[in-house]
């Protein structure tokens, strides 16, 4: 088999991904990489996908990926003499419903904004772009002229040829039978042919796992989770039409439908509401090109409303039925970068129907990350390490599917909530919550109240563009919070126990901030990577001499502690998920004071209890610990109670509560009230691509300490100066509504997006806030422009500020 006995990573899966993985990595000149593919090179999904290369993604890297693969695969025939067929033949979507026009031309705004060709067009424009389409219904479209279609497997065979050029070994027919670890660590592979003539093993530095829809499977044998499962997947192609010319693709997501067209044939595909999870108890051991089998009643649907909407389907016969599996992952993103259960298991996985236009740039991503050891640039939409470890549950995985596969198409409202797979994860104040009236939101698992419905109301999401039902629920808590009292459930947010006598010295090297502080101080801080991004943004409250208590956002509790853990070196502590064991509830307002004097017999003075500290109390009959911090910007306290008193304490606040107007509050209010404080939102607006200094995050790292992690990219870009500043944003007009990667636009020029936007009630219009470019500029030259934002197609003038347009001198918190 001429296989080796040691190589520096072993790559498990010959699909596209894989073949990119291998590409990347001996571009770079990486030696000794090896590609085992148990069957044949494309032979499990890769060989059936249907070869869209769309350019414009969720957001501006997915983009960027997205993007790289097209001009990837337009070099490749001329590197490895294996035609990719990409043509760039451009793209149309039709709109059927006005909420899903206004989708689309947001989504054209964004693409501006992203620098991807786009053009809205009306519904004789979509005509004139496809001629072929039946106009009944047609509210509009959106035309990308870069988008186009290719031949799968020929850019995963040119990738494999390219890869071996550069001195990578692909293997076929090699099954990778077993994984040996050793702690945290692989060491290597064990392998058997596919005839059963020989076997081996070999020692290896690393593995990918490019399974596939195998992904899952080879995770459990290399010790880590990846959540993914497979699905039906369903086209038809039609017999030849006389006449019919190269067109460009049509999407109808209104119809779950989209047509390529292909050497004088129609492909018609879909991505239904409800699909087929398949392979729960296994994927056959022969299976190769395989197909599964066909049903025209799960399809017949799709197909009706198609030959109406294009009536030359209904003239044509049909060349080929097609049904193969495609593997889809929980939240509908691909798994990417280094598995958090080991220090040397990198994964590329779970592509949910986009592989081919996301492969090229996945292993571009990827190979850079394994040869620095850093992401090039954020991933976390991505990242494998924003999934939990309940979600690799094979019962959950078969639930949540069948929603997938359908959401690529959906309408993308705002807020949307998954309806599959729920319930899992509940706080203990879970039942007490729906008693009030809770409608629930669910984010890595957790049941978390989002807003609370009237008497009377509906109790679900009436989902739109413009303003939804909860609207004006969300605002009367957002102004209950403002001038009165309000409580909400907190319990969901990580809490990672740090403990042992280096626990000091430890979060001091890999925290900004300042952790040498009196025990019951509370610090706002961020763990920072070399380039001084924000890899996590959290609190940290000392709890003792040799114990502190880091608070993380809900979705990257695991990230955050897999963050601190990789960088334990020799430090004598101990990191510990105590999530579940406290339930938290934050009580914030003006009133919030007289809401605890009248609970617990405890000082909550300024000169008791300042801001930053949190103190152990009597709460009704029990105990609670209580922080004194906010994300509203208001006067309140977080209160920390174990699970077995939870309840009691719900009850306890929330009766004595009422006397002073308490209102019980959602997630919504909690996001509109820190956009108009400017507080910064993880993930959105700032990643470990946003240097800590021009997130406008400087007053919470402290370089006077000798050494931590990213201290000198910090001290780098004061000498330097900033390149660009977090500014936030308020429109002028009180009716439109912002979202996220709308494009800001500076003297009548885009010079960049929004990170993240909500109502500002308190202020009355839509806020955001996003980075505006700013290299040689001072802060008054910034505010010195004039600002617009591009809402859906539409320019709307903005206030722009540096300081929060909300109590800007913090007084509030600390009243």
């Not at 699905?231 to 997501?253: A, D, K, N, W």
């Not at 509050?665 to 607006?685: A, L, T």
Request: charged share 25%.
């Amino acid at each position: 088999m001429s296989l080796p006995t040691q190589a520096r990573v072993v790559i498990i899966g010959g699909g596209v991904v894989g073949c990119s993985v291998a590409y990347h990595l001996a571009k770079l000149g990486w030696k000794d990489v090896v590609l085992l593919e148990r069957k044949q090179l494309t032979s499990g999904t890769t060989w059936h996908a249907a070869g869209l290369i769309g350019q414009l993604r969720a957001s501006q890297n997915m983009t960027k990926l997205a993007r790289y693969s097209a001009e990837l695969y337009k070099g490749l025939e001329a590197e490895t003499g294996v035609a990719t067929g990409l043509r760039q033949g451009g793209s149309v979507s039709a709109a059927l419903t006005n909420e899903r026009l206004e989708e689309l031309y947001r989504q054209a705004a964004m693409a501006r904004a992203f620098g991807v060709p786009v053009e809205e067009l009306s519904p004789k424009e979509v005509k004139e772009k496809y001629e072929h389409i039946n106009l009944d219904g047609v509210t509009g479209g959106v035309w990308l002229p870069t988008d186009g279609q290719a031949d799968p497997a020929n850019i995963a065979l040119a990738l494999a040829k390219g890869a071996r050029q550069n001195g990578a070994l692909v293997k076929e027919r090699i099954k990778v039978t077993g994984i040996k670890r050793q702690d945290r660590r692989v060491t290597g592979v064990d392998w058997a042919a596919d005839d059963g003539s020989e076997q081996g093993h070999i020692a290896c530095d690393m593995i990918v796992n490019c399974a596939g829809m195998w992904g899952h499977e080879v995770g459990r044998m290399a010790g880590v989770n990846v959540p993914l499962h497979a699905c039906e997947h369903f086209y038809i192609v039609t017999e030849g039409i006389s006449g019919l010319s190269q067109m460009p693709v049509l999407r109808v997501p209104d119809e779950c439908a989209y047509y390529k067209e292909d050497a004088g044939k129609i492909l018609l595909g879909a991505f239904e509401p409800h699909s087929k999870p398949w392979g729960m108890n296994g994927i056959p051991e022969n299976f190769e090109f395989d197909q599964l089998p066909e049903d025209f009643d799960h399809f017949e649907p799709i197909l009706e409303a198609a030959c109406n909407r294009v009536p030359l389907l209904a003239e044509a016969g049909i060349h080929t039925f097609f049904n193969g599996p495609e593997s889809f992952t929980p939240d509908d993103a691909y798994h990417l970068g280094l598995a958090p259960e080991m220090d040397n298991v990198w994964v590329a996985a779970g592509f949910n129907s986009i592989g081919i236009q996301s492969a090229g740039g996945a292993g571009h991503a990827l190979s850079q990350w394994m040869d620095s050891g850093e992401k090039p640039f954020d991933l976390g939409d991505v990242d494998i390490s924003r999934m939990q470890p309940f979600q690799g549950n094979k019962h959950y995985l078969f639930e949540r599917s069948k929603e997938t596969l359908g959401l690529l198409y959906a309408d993308h409202f705002p807020y949307l909530q998954k309806r599959t797979a729920r319930g899992i994860r509940r706080t203990p104040f879970h039942h007490h919550l729906l008693e009030k009236g809770a409608v629930m939101g669910e984010i890595a698992g957790w049941e978390r109240a989002n807003w609370f419905a009237n008497e009377g109301q509906e109790r679900e999401y009436q989902y739109s563009w413009k303003r939804q039902n909860w609207f004006e629920n969300a605002r009367a808590e957002h102004m209950a919070i403002r001038e009165g009292v309000g409580m909400y459930d907190m319990s969901s947010f990580g809490k990672i126990r740090v403990e042992g006598p280096d626990a000091e010295a430890f979060l001091n090297y890999v925290g900004g901030g300042d952790y040498s502080v009196p025990v019951g101080k509370i610090v706002y801080t961020q763990f920072l990577n070399s380039r001084g991004g924000i890899e996590a943004d959290v609190t940290v409250t000392r709890m003792s001499e040799t114990a502190y208590l880091v608070v993380t956002p809900a979705a990257t509790r695991l990230a955050d502690q897999t963050w601190m853990e990789r960088h334990k070196g020799n430090f004598n502590v101990v990191i510990t998920d105590v999530t579940p064991g406290e339930g938290v509830l934050a009580v914030m307002g003006p009133k919030a004071r007289d809401v605890l004097q009248a609970v617990s017999p405890n000082v909550f003075s300024n000169e008791v209890n300042p801001f930053g500290t949190a103190q152990e109390i009597e709460l009704g009959m029990g105990l609670a610990r209580v922080h004194r911090v906010t994300y509203v910007g208001e006067l309140g306290w977080e209160i920390y109670v174990s699970a077995d008193m939870a309840g009691h304490a719900f009850e306890t606040l929330y009766e004595a509560g009422q006397a002073h107007g308490l209102k019980l509050c959602g997630m919504h209010m909690m996001d509109s009230c820190r956009i108009e404080k400017g507080f910064r939102h993880f993930g959105h607006d700032i990643t470990a691509e946003d240097h800590v200094l021009e997130a406008g995050l400087g007053f919470a790292v402290k370089t006077a300490k000798p050494e931590f992690i990213g201290r000198d990219a910090v001290l780098r870009k004061k000498d330097e100066g900033l390149a660009a500043r977090m500014v936030q944003f308020k429109l002028t007009d009180p009716e439109p509504l912002l979202y996220h990667n709308e494009p800001v636009i500076r003297d009548g020029e885009i010079v960049g997006y929004l990170s993240s936007g909500s109502y500002g009630h308190a202020l009355g219009g839509a806020m955001g806030l996003g980075y505006v470019p700013c290299k040689g500029e001072s802060a008054a030259d910034v505010l010195a422009s004039t600002y617009e934002i591009d809402v859906a197609g539409t320019r709307v003038r903005a206030e722009a500020s540096l300081k929060p347009m909300y109590d800007p001198k913090g007084e509030r918190a600390k009243a």
